[in-house]
Nanobody, 127 residues
């Protein structure tokens, strides 16, 4: 079994920054891609960012491109999401997910491609 646990959420003013962390534990067979999704009240879950096992490939939603940066430390089985220039519309429950990938260079945009999910961490951006 694989466990995924997010941390680092909180309340921040618009224009501020937060760094989310996500730790994977258990039978984490490599390679695996990692991704971040978010869900705001009354809205569907949406893709935020994803990164390949190697860390050399990453993708972002248009809404966060240039403001958010995803990275990973495979020695710690941890992925990070650095969020800068936060906006009220970034307010959501942020989920981390793990995808068992076929190769070290792949990452995924679609929630259905992910095998394991965390419980989420709340990010609230005040105006």
């Amino acid at each position: 079994q694989v466990h995924v646990v997010e941390s680092g959420g909180g309340l921040v003013q618009a224009g501020g920054s937060l760094r989310l962390s996500c730790a994977a534990s258990g039978r984490t067979f490599s390679p695996y891609a990692m991704g971040w999704f978010r869900q705001a009240p009354g809205k569907e879950r949406e893709f935020v960012a994803a990164i390949s096992w190697s860390g050399g490939n990453a993708g972002y939603a248009d809404s966060v491109q240039g403001r958010f940066t995803i990275s990973r430390d495979n020695a710690k089985n941890t992925v990070y999401l650095q969020m800068n220039s936060l906006k009220p519309e970034d307010t959501a429950l942020y989920y981390c997910a793990l995808a068992l990938s076929m190769g070290g260079g792949r990452y995924y945009y679609t929630a259905n491609d992910y095998n394991y999910w965390g419980q989420g961490t709340q990010v609230t951006v005040s105006s």
